[in-house]
């Protein structure tokens, strides 16, 4: 039974992870750990939080919508490799147990928490297009592993994912982070699914995170050309830092 505290706990971490996503991306590095300080197991609380947190995915791909026209095909490519990827890595989460996720998870934010801290080194090597251009067909194998690390853990995967498409595509920015979304979209939603017929999923705390992330985003649009996406990236990885060394304390 989750308390009143439980909820206000993971009501006001979706509220602010909505506006962090809105303007610098790395929200789970909030909820996740925000549902686990409420009294969830680890894995119930990654499971709670990927549900919650799907609809913000739709928004984000909704939003870059126009910058897809004339990927048609890369689309259908990635999509389902998205789906696919995003099922397994949920399939590795329910079914590797609760103590293999207990002992990655400070790596696994860590993990995210470096990919935030070089998101700007990231983005300026893809707009020098270093990346040489290679196969098209070949951006499935980075997009799959990308995915399964988002159905697994999710946290720093829209990083990863942009990262993953300028090594085998060349093309704008932009263009390439439209793919991203769709990237995060389909593995959120494979996984999300999956988790929502699991029996996992603490719905009343998925149903207030769901509710405070949509504010949370409204806000956070609002308040993105106000607050240096910079200033709010460094301070989400000062924090993921403190919660990954933490958790491997513990």
């Known amino acids: 039974m989750t308390t009143t505290s439980g909820f206000v706990l993971a ?3 979706a509220l602010v992870a909505g506006a962090v996503n809105a303007i610098a991306g790395g929200g789970s590095l909030i909820t996740f ?3 686990v300080a409420a009294g969830l197991p680890p894995v119930i609380a990654n499971v709670t939080n990927t549900v919650a947190m799907c609809p913000g995915y739709f928004g984000a791909f909704l939003a870059q919508r126009r910058d897809l026209t004339g990927q048609r095909a890369r689309l259908i490519m990635i999509f389902p490799t998205g789906l696919v990827g995003g099922l397994l890595g949920a399939l590795l989460l329910l079914y590797t147990g609760a103590a293999a996720f207990k002992l990655i998870v400070p790596y696994l934010i860590l993990f995210a928490a470096a990919l935030l801290a070089l998101q700007g080194k990231l983005r300026a090597w893809m707009v020098r ?3 040489a251009p290679r196969s098209e067909a070949w951006s499935i194998i980075p997009v799959g592993l990308t995915a399964i690390y988002g159905g697994y853990f999710g946290a720093g995967m829209g990083v990863m994912a942009l990262a993953a ?4 595509l060349s093309d704008t920015l932009t263009r390439l982070n439209a793919l991203k979304q769709a990237i995060a979209l389909s593995s959120n939603l ?5 988790f929502a017929c699991s029996g996992r999923v603490n719905w009343p705390l998925a149903d207030v995170m769901f509710v405070a992330a949509l504010v949370g985003g409204a806000l956070g649009g609002l308040l ?3 607050i240096p996406a910079g200033v709010l990236r460094w301070t ?3 924090l993921a830092v403190i919660v990954g060394v933490i958790y491997l304390v513990k």
């Open 11 to 13: 009501g006001g971490a």
């Open 33 to 35: 750990p925000a549902l």
């Open 129 to 131: 297009g270093d990346a």
């Open 165 to 168: 498409l300028a090594v085998i």
């Open 190 to 194: 494979a996984a999300a699914t999956f």
């Open 224 to 226: 993105a050309s106000r």
């Open 236 to 238: 989400m990885v000062v």
